[in-house]
């Protein structure tokens, strides 16, 4: 079974929206990371957010916020007031349990497209 | 400003050819990891190495090794390039005691056999 669902190849928003990207996940641990990566055209993976399984809040970084619903297993990332720049590849990506060397599981990718 | 780099941004090998790519980090990050990352199939992970000469399999291993000399110098080798080994590669590294800054990635290396 897939460890990282996101069932969003692309998608399309007007510069200055709010946009959801939406990402599940599948994980018997209890104790888990959830991450999101943005992936511009130049190619190079950059960090963007993080969420710990035991974390009650939502994480927040800047426009990013992470819509975290542990029963539903997602972590969908929103963007608010979208800019041009944010047109990119997205990737949602998942650390399961405490290994000392955290592999990760990444989904395959939802491609935004940020229109003017 | 920490880095992951990748000692090529393109590559074009023939087919039959051994492949050594180098990923160097200088953040002395204990993790190191190749992927390679496909349209539609997202980043699938190649091998990994939490120490020094240590490496594990990932989910893809066959057709490639790797190589761990020095904390923060990671190869990966194709041992004899075919063409569906044609992909983006990345290499990445990460920390044990901060866990929750993931990954760093260096830029990628596009190789394409013919």
């Known amino acids: 079974a897939q460890k990282i669902t996101q069932t969003q190849p692309g998608m399309f928003v007007q510069e200055k929206e709010a946009v959801t990207l939406d990402c599940t996940y599948d994980?018997?641990?209890?104790?888990?990371?959830l991450f999101w990566y943005k992936q511009p055209s130049s190619g190079e993976m950059i960090f963007l957010i993080y969420?710990?399984?035991?974390?009650?809040q939502n994480a927040t970084e800047g426009r990013y916020s992470l819509n975290f619903q542990k029963a539903r297993k997602s972590a969908n990332l929103v963007i608010s007031a979208s800019q041009l720049g944010d047109s990119a590849m997205y990737f949602c990506a998942m650390r399961e349990g405490t290994d000392n060397f955290n592999k990760f599981y990444f989904g395959s990718g939802t491609k935004l497209n940020v229109k003017p | 400003d920490v880095k992951v780099t990748q000692s090529s941004r393109y590559l074009v090998k023939r087919t039959g050819e051994k492949v050594f790519l180098e990923c160097v980090q200088d953040?002395?990050?204990?993790?190191m990891f190749w992927y390679r990352q496909d349209p539609g199939l997202g980043l699938r992970l190649i091998y990994f190495?939490?120490?020094?000469?240590?490496?594990e399999k990932g989910d893809i291993p066959e057709g490639y090794s790797v190589s761990r000399e020095k904390k923060e110098r990671f190869s990966l080798i194709l041992e004899s390039a075919s063409t569906n080994q044609t992909s983006m590669y990345l290499c990445a590294s990460s920390s044990d005691s901060q866990f929750y800054l993931g990954y760093t990635f260096g830029s990628g290396t596009r190789l394409t056999v013919v």
């Open positions: 190495s939490y120490d020094v000469k240590m490496k």
């Open positions: 969420q710990g399984s035991y974390d009650e």
């Open positions: 953040m002395d990050h204990e993790n």
């Open positions: 994980t018997s641990d209890q104790s888990y990371g």
